[in-house]
């Protein structure tokens, strides 16, 4: 890229991620180099006529890797509200430095290898049977609540119905702070009412968290501070890293405290790495929690803009910030796909990565092939009845419509977008019937994941 775009540091938006939505307001960066932006803003705030004592106060507690901070303890849990503020006025701090861009959309064929991104399924994978087509599938952590065995098997196999029909490149996964049988030492140590387990002996804890990962690493790449190289098409690879950290919160696992002791594990990533997969969100980029608090990680933020900046960043973490953001360099993807009411409504997001290293990861936007909701379900035979609850809904609904025409559910393009679940929900009033809400959960499934062309 020639050219990049800072947004209007003056401009807000009642969005829930307000720095990255779309503006009509643009200001030309007057540098097209991203390199160092975060650290020399940062350092201007060490001038003595800038950064005064209360200033500095903003920073202690956030373990800030910087040279005037030199207490790096993170504050604890109790402290919470003062910890998001503090975070916040970090952002707004740097935030005039960032550069926000519209994410580019495939609109020029390329060689590429096409990523599906998921993440924070939280248990309920099987609510998302259906998943476009693509090289590689990758699961950015928290797929458990709280370590189940049983869910690590079932995602195992879930993974292997998906790969062996749809991901030529087998399927990447990490961890997150919810996986809590993959961290063995926080395993041992960890409050048994949390784990739902009496506590055991350290060898049985060992061998849990060892079988958990034996079973999920036989049916996918499993990524735990380490790299997978994607085989392309000319002689390039795709480097892949991925990692299961996160700012400590409240106490769970693979936690690392702001500061050096984060910092430390973010600087082992490669500099070389193409497709950066890690649990949370760096600072300001799709991190804002259902408080409006942004949460990310500041440190993250700094490796990757300064130090490594890959081409794609996929995470998770928080729910609330699902979605995508560009900064010229670096496309960033929240694939979380539970909401903040831990519905699985989200769509995977699904991003082609050019083999020309030069070229930047670019969003894929579906097409639907739907027209009219309660007629397709209708038509649905076979294998899918899971959707008898939906069916009949659906027969009332069209007796309704045909004498009140006035009545209409989502149709087209409207049945991929988030608000689609929710509408449908209110047009056949199925609130109170759980059955036919999961039936509407995978239906919506099945239209995104049949709108994508894997030709195109």
């Not at 960032?98 to 248990?123: A, G, K, N, W």
Request: hydrophobic share 30%; glycine share 6%.
């Amino acid at each position: 890229m020639s050219k990049f775009w800072a947004s209007n540091p003056d401009e807000s938006s009642s969005s829930n991620d307000d720095d990255e939505s779309s503006s009509s307001s643009w200001s030309t960066s007057s540098n097209g180099d991203h390199s160092n932006i975060v650290q020399s803003s940062l350092d201007a705030f060490k001038d003595d006529t800038i950064l005064e004592s209360t200033d500095t106060d903003d920073f202690e507690g956030i373990g800030l890797s910087c040279d005037f901070q030199e207490k790096s303890s993170f504050l604890d849990n109790a402290a919470a509200d003062d910890e998001y503020d503090n975070l916040h006025r970090v952002w707004e701090r740097i935030k005039p430095e960032q550069v926000f861009m519209e994410p580019i959309r495939e609109s020029y064929h390329l060689e590429s290898t096409r990523i599906v991104c998921i993440s924070d399924t939280h248990s309920q994978h099987r609510e998302c049977p259906f998943l476009p087509p693509g090289d590689v599938l990758i699961h950015a952590g928290d797929f458990t609540k709280s370590g189940e065995p049983g869910t690590v098997l079932d995602l195992a196999q879930y993974f292997d119905s998906h790969q062996n029909k749809n991901f030529s490149q087998g399927v990447i996964c990490i961890a997150g702070n919810h996986d809590i049988t993959f961290h063995e030492e926080y395993y041992c140590r960890s409050d048994s009412r949390r784990v739902g387990k009496q506590k055991a002996k350290r060898e049985e804890i060992s061998n849990q968290e060892t079988s958990s990962k034996e079973v999920l690493r036989k049916h996918c790449n499993y990524l735990e501070d380490s790299t997978y190289f994607l085989n392309t098409t000319s002689d390039s690879r795709i480097e892949v890293f991925g990692s299961p950290w996160t700012p400590s919160f409240y106490n769970w696992a693979f936690n690392l405290d702001r500061g050096p002791p984060i910092q430390t594990m973010w600087s082992k990533i490669p500099t070389s790495t193409d497709i950066l997969i890690t649990h949370g969100p760096p600072l300001g980029r799709r991190d804002k929690g259902s408080s409006g608090h942004h949460v990310g990680c500041f440190d993250l933020l700094q490796q990757v803009q300064e130090r490594i900046v890959p081409r794609l960043h996929i995470f998770g973490h928080v729910h609330s910030g699902y979605g995508t953001s560009y900064d010229g360099h670096t496309l960033y993807v929240n694939a979380s796909m539970l909401d903040e009411s831990d519905e699985a409504i989200h769509k995977c997001i699904v991003i082609d990565v050019p083999h020309d290293q030069n070229q930047p990861a670019q969003i894929v936007d579906p097409e639907c092939t739907v027209n009219d909701f309660a007629p397709w379900i209708l038509q649905q035979q076979g294998e899918v009845e899971t959707y008898s609850r939906l069916k009949e809904h659906c027969t009332k609904y069209s007796t309704i419509a045909a004498m009140r025409p006035e009545v209409k559910l989502p149709e087209g393009n409207e049945l991929l977008q988030e608000s689609a679940y929710h509408d449908i929900c209110n047009g056949l009033h199925i609130h109170r019937d759980p059955a036919a809400l999961q039936e509407l959960r995978i239906a919506l499934s099945q239209i995104y994941a049949e709108s994508f062309n894997r030709a195109s």
